[in-house]
Structure formats: structure tokens, C-alpha cells
């Protein structure tokens, strides 16, 4: 098994190294990675949920779903004015 962590410039990490990054199962596990960390910053920067304004678990998540689904509905915008210009 090895790690599949972000390999950060001038830090030594235990079990990565050139074996590890070499492969192309880690950099297709890094790119994947991208974008997860992708949506996950949008969510906090534009869907406003960097810190929660709701009290309860139930609106939390409500509240998460909703700026999961405006992403989600932006992504598939995207996705239509791409395959209309090719």
C-alpha cells in the first residue's frame, strides 16, 4: 500500500518518495484530488459555507446540499456552452 498525499516541495514525508510519485497511478490520484479540493474551495469561497449561519445539523447539511446542487447546476452550464462552441 503507499500513500496517495500531496507531495509538498522541501518537506521530507515518511513513505513518499520517487518510487511513489513516479507512477501513474499516483499522478492520476493527484489529479483527481484537484479536483475534489476544487469544489471544496468553491463551496467555502462562493457557497458561503466557510462558516455555518444555521443552528442544528439538519440546516447545516440542508444548507450544504443546496450549494452542492447550485455547483453542480453551474458545472452543467459550463458543460452546455462547451459542446455548443465545438
Partial sequence: VRPHIARIKDR???????????????????????RVEEIFGWLKTVGGLRKTRF??????????????????LLR???LSVSEVKA
Fill in 12 to 34: 521530507k514525508t515518511p513513505g513518499l518518495d520517487g518510487r511513489t510519485t513516479r507512477t501513474k497511478g499516483y499522478q492520476v490520484s493527484q489529479r483527481t484530488r484537484k
Fill in 76 to 78: 452543467i452550464a459550463r
Fill in 55 to 72: 443552528i442544528g445539523q439538519a440546516k447545516t447539511q440542508m444548507a450544504a446540499f443546496i450549494s452542492g446542487a447550485a455547483y453542480n
